[in-house]
T-cell receptor, first 113, second 113 residues
Framework: ETGVTQTPRHLVMGMTNKKSLKCEQHLGHNAMYWYKQSAKKPLELMFV???????ENNSVPSRFSPECPNSSHLFLHLHTLQPEDSALYLC????????????FGQGTRLTVV | RKEVEQDPGPFNVPEGATVAFNCTYS??????FFWYRQDCRKEPKLLMSVYSSGNEDGRFTAQLNRASQYISLLIRDSKLSDSATYLC??????????????FGKGTKLSVKP
């Protein structure tokens, strides 16, 4: 079992829906990340949480709203998404002292219809 | 100019072949370098770090040329199980432990019997 677990694995949602992606890590890490992987594009960093505080937001539209209630859990709340937001959303975690060694969850494949 | 550039492939090779992947990065301040492997519909996983002196892990050899801002991965005696997308990744440090992993789009490898 992976140390970083994401649910759901697959999600289909309409443009007017509200849904949330969940990420949980069992590795004792204190930094968590959301990445987006679209077809034929590199992984794009969306958000970084360090010790439960958001430290980076890479110009992500407000229709994506992250939440980090504790160091083990990370959410991505979605509302009024667009079809171009369809992608694989990957969560990762690491130690602050070793941010290069990030472990990824298996991702949520999101389709917006 | 893209931050991390890779030939997207696909590279279609027979079992037992030797295959080489190349990668260039645009920011000379990049500090650490990695190859990740991503299987179809799975998360990226760290394959190996890349050191200035070059390093080898079994059939895999990674090389770094800082002057040319060039990274390579050589796979010898390729196996069917090597079929995956190989992501070139650089670490940009912004100060302290803050930084980002910057991913290339990946090079797809397909090893045929």
């Amino acid at each position: 079992e992976t140390g970083v677990t994401q649910t759901p694995r697959h999600l289909v949602m309409g443009m007017t829906n509200k849904k949330s992606l969940k990420c949980e890590q069992h590795l004792g890490h204190n930094a968590m990340y959301w990445y987006k992987q679209s077809a034929k594009k590199p992984l794009e960093l969306m958000f970084v949480y360090s010790l439960e505080e958001r430290v980076e937001n890479n110009s992500v539209p407000s229709r994506f709203s992250p939440e980090c209630p504790n160091s083990s859990h990370l959410f991505l709340h979605l509302h009024t998404l667009q079809p171009e937001d369809s992608a694989l959303y990957l969560c990762a975690s690491s130690h602050l002292t070793n941010p290069l060694n990030a472990f990824f969850g298996q991702g949520t494949r999101l389709t917006v219809v | 100019r893209k931050e991390v550039e890779q030939d997207p492939g696909p590279f279609n090779v027979p079992e037992g072949a030797t295959v080489a992947f190349n990668c260039t990065y645009s920011n000379s301040a990049s500090q650490s370098f990695f190859w990740y492997r991503q299987d179809c519909r799975k998360e990226p996983k760290l394959l190996m770090s890349v050191y200035s002196s070059g390093n080898e892990d079994g059939r895999f050899t990674a090389q770094l040329n800082r002057a040319s801002q060039y990274i390579s991965l050589l796979i010898r005696d390729s196996k069917l199980s090597d079929s995956a997308t190989y992501l070139c990744v650089v670490w940009m440090n912004y100060g302290g432990s803050q930084g980002n992993l910057i991913f290339g789009k990946g090079t797809k490898l397909s090893v045929k019997p």
